[in-house]
């Protein structure tokens, strides 16, 4: 008798999300971690975007594919109502040269005047333009909270840009996985600003370095989109290459119907497709992080970088525990004006800022207006709060959330950076102590000599209102 062997199809090694959207990308192999990969996006700004375009220019090179890419005014813009342009010195040459090399190469700008105008990673996701799968890539930081969507979005330089825009490439240096997964469920007054914060002050501010992280579990599925974008954006607090989440229905239903979104039959051949962007289950990363969602709190930084954070109803660390060297530990503490073991709740504030890519969505500010309602800024607070698009503005307008923050004593400005960091225009007076929604409180990031504590807007609102850091009551 004769025996045949059964077919069995290939062995498929199972493969991580970064894998897949790396893999698809591939233009060339270069070396055994470097390859040559294909930019689906390029955004820029004003700021770092227009020396990449007149750096093509004066180049003789053009941009490969003007639909491709977009460009916004929202780095250095002036808030204030009634705006022209900006109020930081210098800043018109950089909206001229942007204006310019836009209409030149062909590339949509979203200007101070655009209806659709705002942050650069808050307009992307709401105009559908980063979309799952998508290689995505502007001179900016942040970029990275774009990988809420399940694209691989990251930061890259001018040089880098200029490349981008000539060739729909980049060369890069394949990164390591990691994969931090939230388990169990946050308590109600815990936000995607604390997880973060929490990740940051256990793991430090280089815990990411030289990794492509993929934010999984429970918590982080039970996230919102909105939610879900503030989790990315702080992938590069963690020294990340990138943050990423992996695609579901919520995605797919967020997405559905916005202005650059796949329309009709290609909509459904998409949705298809973007099914498959999860990592495999056996899939291997190089470093697994698990955080019990359950036991956070919420949280506030007490010196000079998001490492160091601790629950609103902690003390500022010893230098032991603090996870800082001696000499930058006496450096944060001189500049934050905060002595070890002085608890952070009750500490005065100067000033209160909601805004920022981080933290400027319709979600943050509904959340934080709930908390004012009804109550008035406390005397000597100076409080702000600036949207992250025009089209959440107006969201928020029709829902009277601007009523909710004007009526509680809060500045209602234009969309913008703003006062995320300082580019030499308006600002808080030099030593202003500052709670705010941001990302980042270096030294001198909001201004000369500014003492930033960054939180999210709930506390941000709720220290506003009883005029020192205090968490939001729930």
Same mark, same amino acid.
């Given at each position: 008798m004769r025996w045949r062997r059964k077919w069995r199809p290939p062995l498929v090694e199972p493969r991580t999300l970064f894998a897949k959207l790396w893999q698809a990308h591939v233009v060339a192999r270069l070396g055994e971690r470097e390859d040559l990969i294909a930019i689906d996006r390029v955004f820029l700004h004003e700021r770092t975007g227009s020396v990449a375009l007149k750096?093509?220019?004066?180049?003789?090179?053009?941009?490969?594919?003007?639909?491709?890419?977009?460009a916004v005014t929202d780095h250095i813009v002036d808030t204030r109502p009634g705006r022209t342009g900006t109020l930081v010195p210098g800043?018109?040459?950089? $909206?001229?040269?942007?204006? =310019? =090399?836009?209409?030149?190469?062909?590339?949509?700008?979203?200007?101070?005047?655009?209806?659709?105008?705002?942050?650069?990673?808050?307009?992307?996701? =709401?105009?559908?333009?980063?979309?799952?799968?998508?290689?995505?890539? *502007?001179?900016?930081?942040?970029?990275?909270?774009?990988?809420?969507?399940?694209? $691989?979005?990251?930061?890259?330089?001018?040089t880098e840009a200029e490349h981008a825009l000539a060739t729909s490439t980049l060369r890069?240096?394949?990164?390591?996985?990691?994969?931090?997964?939230?388990?169990?469920?946050?308590?109600?007054?815990?936000?995607?600003?604390?997880?973060?914060?929490?990740? %940051?002050?256990?793991?430090?501010?280089?815990?990411?370095?030289?990794?492509?992280? !993929?934010?999984?579990?429970?918590?982080? !599925?039970? $996230?919102?989109?909105?939610?879900?974008?503030?989790l990315c954006n702080m992938a590069t607090e963690f020294a990340a290459m990138t943050g990423f989440v992996a695609p579901d229905a919520k995605v797919f239903d967020y997405l559905k119907g916005r202005r650059y979104a796949p329309r009709g039959a290609l909509w459904d051949r998409a949705v298809a497709a973007w099914r498959d962007l999860h990592s495999d289950d056996g899939a291997v990363f190089d470093q697994e992080i698990t955080i019990d969602a359950a036991a956070l709190r919420p949280m506030v930084s007490w010196g000079t970088s998001p490492q160091s954070s601790v629950p609103v109803t902690g003390r500022v660390p010893e230098q032991a525990a603090s996870g800082l060297p001696p000499d930058s530990y006496a450096r944060a503490i001189d500049y934050i004006g905060l002595a070890p073991s002085h608890p952070i709740a009750?500490?005065?504030?100067?000033?209160?800022?909601?805004?920022? *890519?981080?933290?400027?969505? $319709?979600?943050?500010?509904?959340?934080a207006a709930d908390i004012v309602k009804?109550?008035?800024?406390?005397?000597?607070?100076?409080?702000?709060?600036?949207?992250?698009?025009?089209?959440?503005?107006?969201?928020? !307008?029709? !829902?009277g959330i601007d009523r909710m923050f004007t009526q509680a004593g809060f500045e209602w400005r234009l969309s913008g950076c703003a006062l995320c960091f300082y580019a030499g225009g308006p600002g808080f007076p030099?030593?202003?102590?500052? %709670?705010?929604s941001t990302n980042r409180n270096f030294e001198g990031r909001q201004?000369?000599?500014?003492?930033?504590? %960054?939180?999210?807007p709930e506390t941000v609102a709720a220290s506003a209102i009883a005029g020192h850091i205090a968490a939001a009551a729930r």
């Amino acid at each position: 008798m004769r025996w045949r062997r059964k077919w069995r199809p290939p062995l498929v090694e199972p493969r991580t999300l970064f894998a897949k959207l790396w893999q698809a990308h591939v233009v060339a192999r270069l070396g055994e971690r470097e390859d040559l990969i294909a930019i689906d996006r390029v955004f820029l700004h004003e700021r770092t975007g227009s020396v990449a375009l007149k750096s093509l220019t004066a180049a003789g090179r053009i941009v490969r594919d003007p639909a491709r890419v977009f460009a916004v005014t929202d780095h250095i813009v002036d808030t204030r109502p009634g705006r022209t342009g900006t109020l930081v010195p210098g800043g018109d040459a950089f $909206l001229t040269a942007t204006r =310019e =090399e836009t209409r030149a190469a062909g590339i949509r700008l979203f200007d101070v005047d655009d209806p659709d105008q705002g942050i650069v990673h808050v307009i992307s996701p =709401e105009l559908g333009i980063v979309l799952p799968g998508l290689t995505l890539v *502007c001179p900016d930081s942040h970029t990275c909270t774009q990988g809420a969507l399940g694209a $691989l979005a990251w930061g890259i330089g001018s040089t880098e840009a200029e490349h981008a825009l000539a060739t729909s490439t980049l060369r890069l240096t394949r990164p390591k996985t990691m994969r931090v997964s939230f388990i169990g469920t946050t308590s109600p007054d815990v936000t995607p600003k604390d997880m973060m914060l929490a990740l %940051i002050a256990a793991y430090g501010a280089g815990g990411g370095r030289g990794h492509a992280i !993929e934010f999984a579990g429970s918590a982080v !599925e039970a $996230l919102d989109v909105e939610g879900r974008l503030t989790l990315c954006n702080m992938a590069t607090e963690f020294a990340a290459m990138t943050g990423f989440v992996a695609p579901d229905a919520k995605v797919f239903d967020y997405l559905k119907g916005r202005r650059y979104a796949p329309r009709g039959a290609l909509w459904d051949r998409a949705v298809a497709a973007w099914r498959d962007l999860h990592s495999d289950d056996g899939a291997v990363f190089d470093q697994e992080i698990t955080i019990d969602a359950a036991a956070l709190r919420p949280m506030v930084s007490w010196g000079t970088s998001p490492q160091s954070s601790v629950p609103v109803t902690g003390r500022v660390p010893e230098q032991a525990a603090s996870g800082l060297p001696p000499d930058s530990y006496a450096r944060a503490i001189d500049y934050i004006g905060l002595a070890p073991s002085h608890p952070i709740a009750g500490t005065p504030i100067d000033a209160a800022f909601i805004g920022s *890519c981080t933290n400027s969505r $319709l979600s943050d500010l509904r959340r934080a207006a709930d908390i004012v309602k009804g109550k008035r800024v406390a005397a000597g607070v100076q409080a702000i709060v600036v949207p992250g698009s025009m089209a959440v503005r107006r969201a928020a !307008e029709a !829902e009277g959330i601007d009523r909710m923050f004007t009526q509680a004593g809060f500045e209602w400005r234009l969309s913008g950076c703003a006062l995320c960091f300082y580019a030499g225009g308006p600002g808080f007076p030099p030593g202003t102590r500052v %709670i705010s929604s941001t990302n980042r409180n270096f030294e001198g990031r909001q201004g000369p000599n500014l003492r930033t504590h %960054i939180a999210s807007p709930e506390t941000v609102a709720a220290s506003a209102i009883a005029g020192h850091i205090a968490a939001a009551a729930r």
